[in-house]
């Protein structure tokens, strides 16, 4: 259908913001602005609320959000403009003549104390029961108010009826206080759209497609409606309560598998600066709760790299060489939003997607079969939970076809939030934990399968496995400290060549009886791009629908969240912009710090391989235990 | 929906974008031209309009829950709407209401069981001076009196 994705966004809601820099004398076009009788100068179309930001006045917001375009819905930000009638919203409001502007007068007091009562008036739900108890905007703005009797009465029964459909995400909208983030999120940051206002009038609500249960419409699983939401109207199915029942069953075998980003995120419920890394502590903390064994996921991470970098050798062999008919390029396949989302959207491209399962599923086939075996322990006793930062991963456990080990492979998805929450329940304060190592027999990963976690992680393994296999040369002798910076930080696409040159190295063991040599790729580019946040997702996949440059790509890497992993829909609220800086900082330091960085020097990895998938990766053992199939589920709802 | 009958409607929708357009701004042109072809929205109209025109099924449910002359059940061929505002109602809006009501043998916000009449109250339609007002399809008629009201109706049926 062309080129028609600018158009499709009215210009009002297209994401807007003007970074404020430093120094802004150099650059012309500012404007002064009095605050509270406080003087300065921004550059010509701030918005009121960043100006007042730069001179730390703090001003309330709730249909405001970092990563969305303004809406300019709530009208709890107003603030008085010298001259104007009424009050004007600060989030949207901007400065493009020298305004005068009282952020705190009684009049703007008055408003804002009303816009909340008015709120409370139709908000149904007890703070107690409620998941965001704590940390909650409209809980906040009811304290910082001083919110003391409820002006305009308040509603005592639910408006609507909770929808737990999903596997994902549970809505109750008696709790929702209609600021579109979910609605903004959805369409503009997913381009999945499942929600929107319905209705219209005192009847508005945000609703699905012809009001279906969550669980019947497309939705991809994301959360990522969950982290923005202000209140407790979106939260994730929480399955803490089994998990303890489990933990306290004494003929259950507990094993939890945790992922990189909750390690690097968790320490926020804990009041910690965003990018502390918690990995250590939260093994002593996982175990004091009752987990009998506590494993790397990071350890699947590498052995995915494994898998799909020999999936990918092998497609690239049979199109270059044997001539074949092979789809590419080869698709990343962790990310079960990504996957949902291209079930739905693009169901004649997966063929490109990798038959390798995520690292979550990996390690729940590998737990109930392998480990099982070596433990002696009857893989029926074994509740295998997965610590994720992810709400999609709460669906792709329950994925019919998940359960290779004859058993359903994992049990749980259990976000960070759920996670944070289990801890505290326990009486364990995380920070002061001491640190301990992860359970053998998988133990320690490599730094490749920690990197996962970020936009960008999964293509930058996969390379510094793959450029080594075929060049002969270390990864650290072409990418300094084997670090591969153009496919890290924030960009929506990015996008990366890398030419083989004319050396090439031994095929190493572990492939030898796929292919004898590598000459073939000889004088050959590798073309890789890297996509996060599903809108980003679907532009490669309409360039690649029409042509375009992506389709000439070898290797592409999806995540659905925004950021990758750490920026999943599971993670601490909030998460912003910084806060996925920050979480990526911590990533990146703890792979520097470790010393295997690089998946197929991890000698579990190495050891599965001679001990249990004795025929190696993509072999018939690996096919049925580590690889799966995706179903076409297209875009109609019926 | 049959698979023809799908067929059909992707082929009017593809008819209807043409002519009015891919952008945003065409949807509400194409949502009236399938509301007055079909006397509703069919969900699978939905997903279609929503495939050609790069958005969400769920923005176009939004829009027709939004505007009182769009819907997804299907009305009948006459959609009469009696203005329920106070004007009209102290003109005598009620006894208006209760003669339709007899006439046709449905409530508000019912159909006849042929698809014939659909029965509505709109809010004020711009006749205040002439209440009460109501508007049938695209006619508007003032100054009813319960007669006249069935007159209205009886000349339709
Ligand atoms: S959404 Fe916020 S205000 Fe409402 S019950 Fe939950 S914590 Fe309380
Ligand atoms: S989970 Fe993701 S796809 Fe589903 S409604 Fe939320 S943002 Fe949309
Ligand atoms: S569900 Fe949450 S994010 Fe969505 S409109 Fe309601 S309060 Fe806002
Ligand atoms: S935050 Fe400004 S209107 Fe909602
Ligand atoms: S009140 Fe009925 S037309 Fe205005």
Redesign the pocket.
């Known amino acids: 259908m062309g080129n028609k994705g600018d158009f499709r966004v009215p210009v009002s809601q297209v994401p807007h913001s003007v970074p404020i820099p430093e120094d802004i004398t150099g650059i012309g076009g500012t404007v002064s602005v009095e605050i509270n009788e406080k003087k300065i100068s921004v550059p010509l179309g701030t918005t009121i609320l960043e100006a007042c930001k730069k001179v730390g006045i703090s001003i309330p917001t709730l249909c405001h959000h970092d990563d969305l375009c303004i809406a300019g819905v709530c009208r709890i930000c107003v603030v008085e403009v010298e001259g104007m009638r009424t009050l004007q919203a600060s989030c949207s409001f901007p400065i493009t003549t020298p305004i005068k502007i009282k952020t705190s007068s009684p009049m703007v007091r008055k408003a804002r104390r009303h816009i909340i009562d008015l709120l409370l008036s139709e908000h149904y739900g007890e703070c107690y029961t409620c998941f965001r108890n704590g940390n909650c905007e409209l809980q906040n703005l009811a304290k910082e108010y001083g919110v003391d009797s409820y002006t305009f009465g308040h509603i005592d029964k639910p408006r609507f009826e909770v929808d737990n459909s999903s596997y ?2 549970v809505r109750d909208m008696s709790k929702c206080i209609l600021c579109k983030r ?1 609605v903004r ?2 369409i503009d940051l ?1 381009e ?1 759209g ?2 929107e206002a319905i209705g219209r009038g005192d009847k508005t609500h945000i609703g699905t497609f012809l009001e279906k249960p969550l669980a019947d419409v497309i ?7 969950i982290n923005r939401c202000p209140t407790g109207a979106l939260r994730a199915n929480d399955p803490s309560d089994a998990i303890w029942e489990a933990i306290d069953e004494p003929t259950k075998h507990v094993v939890i598998q945790t992922a990189p980003s909750p390690r690097a995120a968790i320490g926020e419920e804990f009041g910690l600066p965003a990018g502390t890394s918690m990995t250590r502590e939260l093994n002593t903390a996982l175990r004091r709760i009752g987990f009998d064994k506590v494993f790397d996921t990071n350890f699947a991470a590498d052995l995915t790299i494994i898998e799909e970098g020999t999936e990918l050798i092998l497609r690239l062999y049979n199109a270059l060489v044997k001539k074949g008919k092979v789809a590419l390029p080869q698709f990343t396949s962790c990310s079960p939003g990504w996957v949902k989302f291209i079930e739905h959207y693009y169901p004649e491209y997966l063929d490109n997607l990798s038959s390798a399962k995520s690292p979550q599923q990996m390690f729940g086939a590998l737990i109930k079969t392998f480990y099982a075996q070596q433990a002696g322990i009857d893989p029926a006793n074994i509740v295998s939970v997965a610590l994720m930062p992810c ?1 999609a991963k709460k669906f792709e456990c329950n994925r019919p076809e998940m359960n290779s080990s004859g058993y359903k492979d994992v049990d749980y998805g259990l976000t960070t939030r759920e996670m944070a929450r289990m801890i505290k329940e326990a009486g364990i304060n995380l920070p002061e934990m001491p640190k301990s190592d992860f359970d053998s027999p998988f133990g320690e990963a490599s730094g490749a399968g920690l990197i996962f976690g970020a936009t960008g992680g999964v293509m930058e393994a996969a390379l510094r496995s793959v450029v080594e296999f075929v060049t002969g040369n270390k990864t650290e002798d072409i990418f300094e400290r084997a670090n591969i910076i153009p496919l890290r930080g924030f960009e929506g696409i990015k996008y990366m060549e890398i030419p083989i040159g004319d050396k090439v190295g031994r095929v190493p063991d572990l492939i030898k009886h796929f292919i004898p040599d590598w000459n073939w790729l000889k004088g050959a580019t590798l073309k890789v791009a890297v996509a996060h946040g599903t809108a980003n997702a679907k532009k490669i996949m309409e360039d690649i629908k029409s042509g375009g440059k992506f389709s000439e790509c070898h290797f592409i890497e999806f995540m659905a969240c925004p950021g990758g992993c750490l920026g999943g ?1 599971g993670q601490p609220i909030p998460t912003t912009p910084e806060i996925r800086m920050k979480r990526a900082e911590a990533i990146y330091a703890e792979d520097e710090s470790l010393e295997i960085r690089k998946s197929h020097e991890n000698p579990n990895v190495i050891r599965i391989y001679k001990e249990f998938l004795r025929e190696g990766p993509c072999s018939h053992l690996s096919h049925k235990l580590l690889h799966t199939h995706y179903v076409k589920r297209g875009r109609y709802i019926a | 929906m049959l698979v023809l009958e799908k067929n059909a409607m992707t082929e009017e929708i593809e008819q209807l974008v043409e002519k009015y357009g891919r952008s945003r701004s065409s949807l509400l042109p194409i949502l009236q031209d399938i509301q007055r072809k079909h006397k509703h929205i069919p969900d699978f109209a939905q997903q279609e309009i929503a495939r050609l025109l790069d958005i969400h099924p769920v923005e176009i449910y939004s829009v027709i829950t939004f505007y009182s002359f769009l819907s997804t059940t299907p009305k009948g061929k006459y959609i009469v709407r009696l203005c329920q505002t106070i004007a009209c109602d102290m003109q005598g809006k009620e006894a208006v209401a209760k003669a339709i009501e007899r006439e046709l043998g449905i409530k508000f916000g019912q159909t006849t069981k042929d698809n014939k009449f659909t029965l509505e109250y709109a809010n004020c339609v711009g006749m205040c001076d002439q209440g009460p007002a109501m508007i049938v399809n695209e006619n508007v008629y003032t100054k009813l009196t319960p007669e006249k009201a069935i007159q209205i109706l009886s000349e339709l049926k």
């Open positions: 994902s995400v979910c999120t959805c997913q999945v499942v929600l939705c991809i699983n994301c959360g990522q409606c709400s829909g």
